[in-house]
């Protein structure tokens, strides 16, 4: 007990509760729509060095913090579950399993520099570095290196290891063989290597060629028959417009049409006959002849379709990640039952207009596995309504930032419940 107790303390508490606001401070400004390079950076630098000269104590507390600052709104799910009350309950589960990755590699690092004789600044690099890989239950969503996505610097591995060398080349106190000014030179110069002058741009309107509907449909209408007609008519209605419009392409969000679509002769043919005067992506389910559940993306092109089945399933929203036999009690405690959906075996790639781009449904969209292969053009469509109103859609947003700048992916997202928009890479 009395080891426990000496991480509750208001100076821990507070050093972990700004260590986490400055590496979360990016999120809320991209949320209010306020973006600043150089502030950014600065808080990037200042996140990553308090990190490494942190004790485990302070990891433990920033890590909570993060996972509060960056996935309080998971929470948020389970009011439209009808489960209020668990809220705050996953809320504060989340930010402990946070807590306690931060704390394991804090731990881990300090005991290897102990007995190696290496600053354990070192290994706590390294650890940020592995923290890109470990996701807890398969959720993806905490990247340590998404700090750096509206900054000067690279968001590629290497750029983020020039960053942590050059950080830690600051932080070294003294050394008899160069003095301060060398240290800070050296420093200076590795930072330098991590310079990258690309950027996103974030396009509100869709081009005329390609027409980005955004529909605002709240996920409590969403399922239910009442609201079937009105959803397909919506549906219907803006693929109409598009043709009016004489635009070559119209993308329709994630579920847009609530049903499984190939099991729904009659509008399945209504749509193809659309698709004799436009190329059409639509967002709604599809069931294989084994009785399989699939996310998919419809790709409707002169009285055809094809399918981008979704490769990457959200955890527990999609596919629960427990053991079976725990499986089962969650998603009938939490999911009404739902049985969990199968995932495609690989990403699909279609020609619209000569050109080849790359289908995703949302949560993927964030999923290196989605950019292999360095597509130059992806098509996203997601529906946000589960975790609206909150930072969700912000946090999705910059990590397709994220990738985009990694990868030189343009992406053209089409989304419920939120703007639709397309994120164009320039410079680098």
């Given amino acids: 007990m009395e080891k426990i107790s000496q991480y509750f303390n208001i100076s821990l508490l507070t050093r972990g509760f700004f260590i986490a606001l400055s590496g979360s401070i990016f999120i809320y400004m991209s949320y209010f729509g306020v973006e600043n390079r150089f502030l950014e950076t600065l808080l990037a630098l200042l996140f990553f060095t308090l990190l490494l000269i942190g004790d485990k104590k302070t990891w433990f507390w920033s890590g909570f913090f993060i996972g509060i600052f960056w996935f309080y709104w998971i929470g948020i799910s389970f009011i439209h579950y009808k489960h209020p009350l ?23 690092s300090e005991k290897v520099a102990s007995i190696s004789n290496i600053s354990s600044s ?23 290196e ?46 330098t290597f991590a310079y990258n002058s690309s950027k996103t741009y974030i396009i509100k309107n869709s081009s005329k060629s390609t027409i980005l509907v955004s529909s605002y449909i709240q996920v409590e209408k969403k399922w239910r028959q009442e609201y079937l007609r009105p959803q397909v008519r ?19 969000p994630e579920s847009v049409l609530p049903i499984f679509l190939n ?24 069931l294989t002849s084994k009785g399989q559940n699939r996310n998919s993306a419809y ?23 427990l053991p079976n036999w725990a499986s089962k009690i969650v998603n009938r405690i939490f999911f009404d039952g739902a049985p969990d959906y199968t995932p495609a075996s690989k990403a699909s790639n279609f020609i619209i207009d000569k050109k080849e781009y790359r289908v ?9 596995r989605l950019y292999e292969d360095n597509p130059k053009r992806l098509i996203l469509i997601s529906n946000d309504g589960w975790f609206h109103p909150s930072t969700e859609a912000t946090l999705q947003r910059l990590l397709l930032e994220y990738y985009a700048r990694k990868y030189g992916t343009t992406i053209w997202h089409s989304i419920n419940m939120e703007p639709s928009y397309i994120i164009k890479v320039k410079g680098g």
Wanted: glycine share 6%; hydrophobic share 50%.
């Fill in 86 to 108: 668990a809220t705050p309950f996953i809320d504060f589960i989340i930010a402990l399993i946070y807590a306690f990755e931060f704390w394991l590699f804090a731990m881990c």
């Fill in 122 to 144: 070192i290994f706590k690099a390294l650890s940020l570095l592995i923290m890109s890989y470990i996701h807890p239950f398969g959720f993806n969503w905490f990247k340590p």
């Fill in 146 to 191: 998404l700090v750096l996505v509206h900054s000067y610097f690279g968001v590629d591995k290497l750029s983020f290891v020039l960053v942590l060398i050059g950080i830690y080349i600051l932080t070294i106190k003294k050394s008899p063989h160069i003095n301060r000014v060398g240290f800070i030179l050296l420093a200076l110069i590795t930072l």
């Fill in 234 to 252: 919506g549906a219907l209605n803006s693929i109409n417009l598009a043709i009016k419009k004489e635009a070559k392409l119209v993308v329709l």
């Fill in 263 to 286: 099991k729904s002769p009659k509008l399945l043919e209504i749509i193809k006959s659309y698709s004799q005067k436009i190329d059409i992506i639509i967002g709604s389910l599809y």
């Fill in 299 to 321: 790709f409707f092109h002169k009285g055809e379709y094809k399918l981008a089945n979704k490769i990457v399933l959200v955890p527990f929203g999609e596919s629960n990640p």
């Fill in 360 to 368: 995703g449904v949302c949560y993927e969209g964030t999923s290196e």
